[in-house]
């Protein structure tokens, strides 16, 4: 990958040997598929292929079968003890589901920060949607959204899955490195931003109001941040604005309820 060898180490030792005036060959590798993935798996670890095939479709999916890559996540994967060599097993041992939730390496990333660009414009909208939402999106904010905007958001973000781009965890959906989410979030026009949190957030407020009186508060904060995000600048009118500021009064109690003081002051504050 010519744009990524530019800031790589091994980058930086070609460029070196080509101002010393040393010939240098480049070998192009092609990215492997899952069943050459997994047969260098099984001479990695020392293990009959079936055991590690489920260990390679984890790896694959977040690396896509870049050489470079498979080398640089496993070694991770080893300094971080989510890959151990156990003594009274005598064999390599993982952890999948830690493994599965793992952020992305920051090269790896960057490898699939220049695959955004190619995706599908539908797809890229999706990636905007969710970047707008953080760290994390729950599988009942982007049903609301869909039926809202009536667009198959959970489809489109499943592509994204695939693509390696989303991780999918805990009920929800997340981004597999903070560079991707910030890459997601620049596509966004800066004076457009507001209006797009604005509008997600009234987007949730009927189904925030809805399970107010449950204990899971997860809607409601979701909806009252997405709104105090987009700012005092994106209300419509006073009507609109009483809604808002009673909206986040209620958030505001609910923190209170919860001990999280600093939530309930930020809820009092947009309120106000």
């Known amino acids: 990958e010519e744009g990524l060898l530019e800031d790589h180490p091994f980058g930086n030792i070609l460029s070196n040997l080509r101002h010393l005036g040393v010939r240098a060959t480049v070998v192009e590798l092609n990215c492997m598929d899952k069943e050459m993935t997994n047969r260098m798996m099984s001479e990695l670890l020392c293990l009959p292929p079936r055991l590690t095939r489920t260990l390679t479709e984890i790896v ?93 958001l959970i489809e489109l973000l499943d592509f994204a899955v695939a693509e390696g781009l989303v991780d999918r965890s805990n009920g929800g959906y997340s981004f597999g490195h903070d560079r991707l989410q910030e890459a ?65 009064l209620t958030a505001g109690q609910k923190a209170i309820e919860m001990s999280d003081f600093p939530s309930a002051f930020s809820f009092f504050d947009n309120g106000i």
């Open 184 to 248: 997601a979030y620049n596509m966004i026009k800066l004076e457009d931003r507001c209006l797009y949190h604005f509008n997600y957030g009234v987007a949730l407020v009927p189904r925030a109001l809805e399970l107010q009186n449950d204990d899971d508060c997860g809607m409601l904060f979701t909806a009252a941040t997405q709104i105090n995000r987009g700012g005092p600048a994106a209300l419509q009118d006073v009507e609109q604005a009483i809604l808002i500021a009673n909206l986040n």
């Open 60 to 152: 694959h999916h977040r690396t896509k079968g870049n050489p470079l890559f498979f080398t640089q996540l496993m070694i991770s994967l080893h300094k971080d003890g989510l890959l151990w060599l156990s003594l009274s097993h005598r064999r390599w041992e993982w952890d999948e589901d830690k493994i599965r939730s793992r952020k992305l390496p920051d090269d790896v990333a960057k490898f699939l920060m220049s695959t955004i660009g190619r995706l599908p414009k539908e797809v890229q909208n999706v990636l905007c949607i969710l970047s707008c939402f953080g760290a994390f999106s729950s599988d009942q904010v982007f049903e609301v959204l869909e039926k809202h905007f009536g667009t198959p």
